[in-house]
C-alpha cells in the first residue's frame, strides 16, 4: 500500500513540475525578443562579469582577477562577490559563443529553479503537493521576483530567490526533529546563498536567528544542536574558497568597498524607502515596489481562516506572517534607517527588503489559498495559476523593448572623470584597493608598461600578456623598486630568477616590487597569477567539503531505501 502511494506521490511530482516548466516559460518569454535591453541597470555589469569569466576559464585562467578591466590592469570581483552566476554564465557562453543570449538562459534557468525550489521546500514543511504547488507559482510571479529579473536584471540577488526557501526547510526539519535528509536542504540552501548574493545572505542569517529564538526549546536537544552545528561547519567548508581569500584581501589591503559609507549612507537609504501607495501600485515608478494583489488577497484570507490551519502548522504560519509583515514595513517611510544601528546601511535600498518579503508571504498566501479550498483540484489550481499570471501581465509594459547595445564599447576603461559614474564591468570601482580609487586619474592616463619608482635601471625584453608578464632588469644601482602594471591584489605569482617573491601594495594601488643587492646584474623577472597559497588551501577545502556533503547524501538515501527495504520484508511476512 505504501509503494503504491509513493509511485502515486512520484508521478503527481513529475505533472507538479512540468506546470512549473511552463509557468517559467511563459514568463520568460519576453526574453525570446531581440530588442530587449538586458543592459540595463545590473544587467552590464554581470553580463560583461560573465564574459570575463568564461574568457578565464576558456583560457585554464582563475577568475579572481579579471584582467581585461580598468584598462588592461585587472579588477576582481571574486575576491569580493560570489561568483555562482557569474561561473554558470560564463560556461553557458562558452557552449553558446554569446553573453547575451547566456545571460538569458541563465535568467530562465534560475526561474524555473526557484519554482522548484519553493516546492521541494514547501513539500518537506507542509508534505502538501497542492500548497506546495500553489505557493512555488505564487512565489515565481511575485512582482519584486520579476523585478530582478526584468527591472533590475540583479542576478545575484536573482538567484537568491532559489536558495531562500531551501534554507528554511532545512532549518524547520532540523527543529522538528525530522528522520530524514531534508536538514540537508539548509546546507545546499545556504551555501548558495553565500556564493550567489552575500547581503542577502546576512539578512537570511538575522531571520534563521530569531527563527532559532522563537524555537528556544528545541535548541536544548543534543541532537538539534549537533544537526545545527554539522550544517555550520559543513555551509563554511564548501563556500570556504570564496570567503577565506576574501578575509585574506582585507587583512593585505584596504579595499574601497569596506570604506564607511562607500556603499551607502542614512541619506542615501532613506531616500530608497517605499511609500505605502507604491506597495501597491509602482506604475510611476521605475522599478516594480509591490507586494502583489494575488498575494494581499490571499494572505488575507490566511488570515480570517487562521482557525482551520493545521495546529502543528499554526506556529511557523504565525513566524513566517510576522517576518513577511516586518519586510514590508522595513521598506517604508515609517522607519528612519539614521535611528537604527550603522551596521543596517548595508542594506543599501531599503525596497530589497521586498525580496524577503515575496518568500514569507508566498508562503502565508499558499497556505490561505488551501483554507478556501481544502480539497483542491485541477481547476482551482489553473484557475489560482491562471490568475497571478493575469496579475503580472501588466509587467510586460515595463520591460524595456529598445535593442541593446553598449554605448561606450571600450569595456572596462577608466577615464579621468570615471569615479563619478558607473562604468561598464567595473561598476563604481568599489572592489578598487583604496589607494588605486583615490588615484583614478593615475590608472585612465598610465600606460602599460613597469614603472621603475626608486633606484636605476633599465627594462629589456617587456612583454606583458593579460595576467603574465616577462622582462629583463639590467641594475644600475643596488637597490630597486618597480611598479608593475597590474592593480593590487592577492594571488599573483612573481619570480626573480625563477625564485619566488613578495610584493606589496604601491601608493597608486598597484603591485610593488623591491630588488635588492643586484647592481651590475641582469635578472628575469616573470608575473603570473595562480592564485595565493591560502586561496589554494580554501578551494581544497571546498572540494572535500562538497564531496563529504555528497557521500553524507548517499549515506542518507542508502538508509532511506534499507528502510524502505525493510518494510516490504515486514509486509510480506505479515501477509
Known amino acids: 500500500m505504501k509503494e503504491n502511494e509513493r509511485n502515486k506521490n512520484h508521478h503527481n511530482v513529475i505533472i507538479d513540475i512540468l506546470i512549473i516548466l511552463a509557468v517559467a516559460i511563459f514568463l520568460s518569454l519576453p526574453l525570446l525578443s531581440k530588442n530587449i535591453n538586458v543592459l540595463r541597470d545590473d544587467g552590464i555589469q554581470h553580463i560583461i ?11 585554464l585562467e582563475s577568475s579572481k582577477v579579471l584582467i581585461n578591466l ?27 559563443n554569446s553573453e547575451i543570449i547566456a545571460f538569458k538562459i541563465v535568467l530562465f534557468l534560475l526561474l524555473l529553479f ?28 511575485a512582482p519584486y521576483h520579476l523585478n530582478d529579473m526584468y527591472m533590475r536584471y540583479a542576478i545575484g540577488e536573482f538567484a537568491a530567490f532559489i536558495f531562500i526557501p531551501l534554507v528554511f526547510a532545512g532549518l524547520n526539519s532540523i527543529i522538528k526533529k525530522e528522520e530524514n535528509k531534508s536538514y540537508l536542504l539548509l546546507i545546499i540552501g545556504a551555501s548558495g546563498l553565500i556564493l550567489s548574493h552575500l547581503l542577502s545572505s546576512t539578512i537570511v542569517a538575522i531571520f534563521c536567528f530569531i527563527y532559532l529564538i522563537c524555537n528556544i526549546q528545541k535548541l536544548k536537544d543534543k541532537q538539534v544542536v549537533k544537526k545545527l552545528i554539522i550544517s555550520i561547519c559543513s555551509i563554511l567548508l564548501i563556500t570556504s574558497y570564496y570567503w577565506i581569500p576574501m578575509i585574506e584581501s582585507t587583512m593585505l589591503a584596504k579595499y574601497e568597498v569596506y570604506e564607511e559609507n562607500k556603499m551607502s549612507t542614512i541619506e542615501s537609504v532613506n531616500s530608497h524607502r517605499v511609500g505605502l501607495k507604491t506597495l501597491l501600485n509602482s506604475k510611476k515608478n521605475f522599478q516594480i515596489h509591490e507586494i502583489g494583489l494575488a498575494t494581499i488577497i490571499l494572505v488575507g484570507i490566511s488570515i480570517l481562516k487562521y482557525k482551520k490551519i493545521n495546529k502543528d502548522d499554526k506556529k511557523i504560519y504565525c513566524i513566517f506572517l510576522c517576518f513577511g509583515i516586518l519586510s514590508i514595513i522595513l521598506t517604508t517611510k515609517y522607519i528612519n534607517w539614521g535611528k537604527l544601528p550603522k551596521e543596517f546601511l548595508i542594506i543599501q535600498f531599503p525596497w530589497r527588503m521586498l525580496e524577503f518579503s515575496s518568500y514569507f508571504l508566498s508562503v502565508i498566501a499558499g497556505i490561505g489559498f488551501i483554507n478556501i479550498i481544502k480539497d483542491a483540484k485541477w481547476k482551482d489550481i489553473v484557475s489560482v495559476i491562471l490568475i497571478c499570471i493575469i496579475l503580472i501581465m501588466p509587467l510586460r509594459k515595463r520591460i ?21 559614474g558607473t562604468n561598464a564591468g567595473a561598476a563604481k570601482f568599489e572592489y578598487l584597493p583604496k589607494k588605486a580609487y583615490e588615484n583614478i586619474e593615475y590608472i585612465a592616463l598610465r600606460d602599460d608598461n613597469t614603472k621603475i619608482i626608486t633606484g636605476e635601471v633599465n627594462i629589456k625584453n617587456e612583454n606583458k600578456n593579460n595576467k603574465k608578464l616577462k622582462l629583463t632588469l639590467e641594475c644600475k644601482t643596488d637597490y630597486i623598486e618597480l611598479e608593475l602594471p597590474y592593480i593590487y591584489y592577492s594571488g599573483y605569482n612573481i619570480y626573480l630568477d625563477r625564485h619566488k617573491i613578495k610584493y606589496t601594495e604601491s601608493e597608486n594601488g598597484f603591485i610593488k616590487l623591491k630588488v635588492e643587492n643586484k647592481k651590475d646584474k641582469n635578472i628575469n623577472i616573470e608575473v603570473d597569477y595562480k592564485g595565493s597559497t591560502i586561496t589554494k588551501i580554501s578551494y581544497l577545502l571546498s572540494i572535500t567539503g562538497a564531496i563529504l556533503f555528497i557521500s553524507l547524501i548517499f549515506f542518507k538515501r542508502k538508509q532511506q531505501l534499507k528502510e524502505i527495504k525493510d518494510e516490504n520484508i515486514l509486509k510480506k511476512n505479515e501477509n
Open 49 to 59: 562579469r560573465a564574459k570575463e569569466t568564461g574568457d578565464s576559464i576558456k583560457n
Open 70 to 96: 580598468c584598462n588592461g590592469f585587472g579588477y576582481s570581483w571574486d575576491l569580493f562577490y560570489g561568483n555562482f552566476t557569474s561561473f554558470i554564465t560564463g560556461i553557458i557562453y562558452i557552449i553558446v
Open 114 to 141: 526557484s519554482g522548484i525550489s519553493m516546492y521541494i521546500s514547501m513539500k518537506a514543511i507542509f508534505k502538501n503537493n497542492t500548497l506546495s504547488l500553489v505557493t512555488a507559482i505564487i512565489y515565481m510571479t
Open 400 to 420: 524595456d523593448y529598445k535593442k541593446y547595445e553598449i554605448k561606450n564599447p571600450k569595456i572596462g576603461t577608466v577615464y579621468q572623470n570615471s569615479i563619478y
